[in-house]
């Protein structure tokens, strides 16, 4: 067994931490303030190559695999969780998702500009009926011959007025249950699509998440991904990955945290020595160092099992859980470390608190991890590789 990354996968990490620390972090208090769209900044990864990371290079992709992918997501998310989102839903649900189960027409149409960055893409499940129980969907899309014409309502959109193409989960046949739900690629500037204001929330505010109605659009038959009720299979399977971009993203916000803390920690000083020095102090940071190297084992195994064919259900679930639940931990330990100084916005990790919270809801609450996880333990297929299975994959 072996913990060592490549040089390639070295290299990206570096990229991604110099652009994160020389290009986002200047101006990141600000726009989390005003709730600014970091226009700029997408603009500057998809130059980079950060919004069609492991999109294959014939689409115009940088070919990586997984890990690379969340090595990058966890610099960004250590600084500006706003942007890391952003790439996240564009890669590894949007992207992954067309070039996985699409069609090539599909793929050269479209994957080709989402993986440049000059389309940013948005998924469209929930909605405000439909959050954790994802298959009870109210939108519907109904066959008409050559197209689909959709209604409804999608909730929490991220990138819902910025992105250029919408992956909507909508119902067909409610008489099929998930079986008639299907999945389709809807170009934002279809007549009948209308985004509603941006939400105010508590962290990541600088993302773009809104409200977005469907009233009579139609679907050309040709933008429908996958076979009749592949929907609901589709919306899983992509969300089993993108769980391991949030996961990643909740360990880079802990890992924020952390080099926040330990500085100043070693700056500080009370009581004649630095509050590092101090065991109250030392130990909350013994204890945030040994939860990131748990989190880093959960997220980049989940990774690599992805990038090696392998059931990664129930691994992507647990990475995701056990990270957000730390990184939501020790990021209000990463304010008490900071006392007085930790509660204004000047020193970053409140913003980092706010933001771990998201990591606990989206693509999938805690508790539907634990379902996920449960459910595949219950069946006897917990999905984890034994050593003998991960020695012959290495
Ligand atoms: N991969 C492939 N297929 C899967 C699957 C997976 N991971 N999980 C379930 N399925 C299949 C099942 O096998 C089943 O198929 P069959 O009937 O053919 O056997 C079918 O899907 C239905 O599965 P369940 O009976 O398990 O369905 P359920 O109603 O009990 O719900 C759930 C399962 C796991 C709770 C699911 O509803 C779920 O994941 N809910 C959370 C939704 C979610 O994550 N939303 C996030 C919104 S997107 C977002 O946040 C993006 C953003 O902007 C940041």
């Known amino acids: 067994m072996t913990f060592e990354l490549s040089e390639e ?10 652009f994160a620390q020389k290009e986002l972090k200047p101006g990141v208090i600000d726009r989390d303030i005003k709730m600014v769209y970091p226009t700029d900044q997408v603009k500057a990864m998809g130059e980079l190559g950060f919004l069609g990371m492991m999109v ?77 129980d994802a298959t009870s969907q109210a939108t519907t899309a109904i066959d008409h011959g050559d197209h689909y014409v959709l209604n409804g309502t999608k909730n929490w959109i991220t990138n819902g007025s910025t992105s250029k193409l919408h992956l909507v989960i909508a119902q067909s046949n409610p008489e099929l249950g998930h079986k008639g739900i299907n999945a389709f ?37 040709e933008n429908r991904i996958g076979p009749e009720g592949f ?8 969300l089993t990955g993108g769980r391991i971009g949030i996961a990643a993203q909740a360990l880079g916000i802990l890992g924020g945290a ?26 909350k940071l013994a204890d945030m160092s040994v939860d990131i190297e748990a989190s880093k084992l959960l997220v980049y195994r989940a990774a690599w099992m992805k990038d090696n064919n392998m059931d990664y259900v129930s691994s992507s679930s647990m990475a995701k859980l056990f ?35 998201i990591t606990q809801i989206y693509e999938g ?3 539907i991890q634990k379902m996920v996880i449960s459910r595949n333990l219950l069946k006897g297929q917990l999905n984890v590789p034994d050593m003998k299975s991960t020695m012959e994959n290495v």
Not at 100 to 120: M, P, S, V
Not at 231 to 238: C, L, N
Request: glycine share 10%; charged share 25%; hydrophobic share 40%.
């Open 258 to 283: 952390y080099e926040l803390s330990v500085d100043y920690a070693h700056q500080r000083a009370a009581f004649g020595k630095p509050i590092s020095k101090h065991q109250a102090i030392a130990f």
């Open 231 to 238: 929907g609901f299979k589709f919306a899983m399977k992509v």
């Open 56 to 132: 294959s290079p014939e689409y115009g992709g940088g070919g990586m695999d997984t890990l690379s992918y969340v090595l990058a997501i966890e610099e960004l998310s250590k600084v500006d969780n706003s942007c890391s989102v952003i790439m996240s839903v564009n890669n590894s649900l949007v992207c992954w998702g067309i070039e996985t189960y699409g069609t090539e027409a599909q793929r050269l149409k479209y994957l080709t500009k989402l993986a440049t960055g000059e389309w940013i893409g948005a998924f469209c499940l929930s909605e405000p009926e439909a959050g954790s």
């Open 365 to 367: 609450t805690s508790e």
């Open 9 to 18: 996968q070295l290299a990206v990490r570096e990229a991604a931490r110099e």
């Open 185 to 221: 690629i809807v170009e934002a500037d279809s007549e009948g699509v209308a985004i509603g204001a941006k939400e105010d929330k508590l962290g990541i505010r600088s993302s773009d998440t809104t409200t977005i109605m469907y009233t009579d659009v139609k679907v050309p038959k």
């Open 323 to 357: 990270a957000s639940g730390a990184a939501m931990r020790h990021t209000v330990e990463a304010v008490q470390i900071h006392g007085g100084y930790g509660f204004v916005k000047e020193y970053h990790v409140e913003r980092l608190m706010r933001d771990a919270k």
